[in-house]
């Protein structure tokens, strides 16, 4: 049965969604995380996984639902994290992250069918990516890509392709990154608890 792995940071501020301190407060940016990292989490409790599994970089908070695991991230850069959460789960994974709090139980299922494909992969509207399958672990594919650029998700997915793997497209995502990615996130997403925090936050800055 497939593993469902979110790689994350604990919502502490000043560490985390530090862009987004051009507009609001370090802590302000650690609630909107907080707030992402939360819809995400229900979202991967709700979707039908044998396992989930939080890969964090910190300490788990009572943000934390009940049935996710919680791992330590390895050290390292990101692409080699990434290959580690693989080797961890295994087996069958999607791995996604805590900045697409738009990202539902419905759409996370399609990337656990790996009936259908060796790997999944998802697009991040700016050049990366926000969900990884894999229909068995291959961290040596993930080992090199260059990340945190506009070319990341293609590199990544000719990796897959390279490879000789039957690779499906999730939707395209937008990353919350950035002010404007908060805004367009929460437009998109009205119902979710980062949406109401969002607009709480900026009816505050008013």
């Given amino acids: 049965m497939s593993t469902l792995l979110v790689i994350a940071k604990a919502p502490v501020a000043g560490r ?13 940016a650690a609630e909107l995380a907080l707030a992402a990292l939360r819809d995400t989490l229900a979202a991967v409790v709700a979707a039908p996984a044998a396992r989930r599994v939080l890969v964090l970089d ?17 050290g390292g850069s990101l692409d080699a994290r990434l290959a ?24 996370l299922a399609r990337g656990l069918d790996f009936g259908r494909a060796d790997a999944w992969f998802g697009p991040a509207d700016d050049g990366g990516f926000w969900a990884l399958g ?17 070319h990341t998700g293609a590199v990544q997915r000719r990796r897959l392709a390279e490879a000789g793997l039957v690779v499906r497209d999730l939707p ?13 996130v929460a437009a998109q997403a009205p119902g979710t608890l980062f949406a109401a925090r969002y607009r709480d936050l900026c009816a505050v800055r008013r």
């Avoid at 395209?172 to 367009?184: G, I, K």
Wanted: hydrophobic share 40%; with cysteine; glycine share 10%.
């Fill in 16 to 28: 985390v969604k530090t862009r987004l301190t051009t507009v609001f407060t370090p802590g302000q």
């Fill in 134 to 150: 894999l229909a068995e672990p291959r961290p040596e594919l993930l080992r090199g890509v260059p990340m945190s650029v506009p």
């Fill in 58 to 74: 910190g300490q788990p908070g009572p943000w934390l639902p009940p049935g996710v695991e919680v791992v330590p991230q390895c």
């Fill in 84 to 107: 580690a959460a693989f080797d961890l789960a295994g087996g069958p994974a999607l791995l996604i992250g805590m900045d697409t709090p738009q990202a539902t139980p419905e759409l």
């Fill in 172 to 184: 395209e995502l937008c990353d919350v990154d950035t002010p404007a990615d908060a805004a367009r």
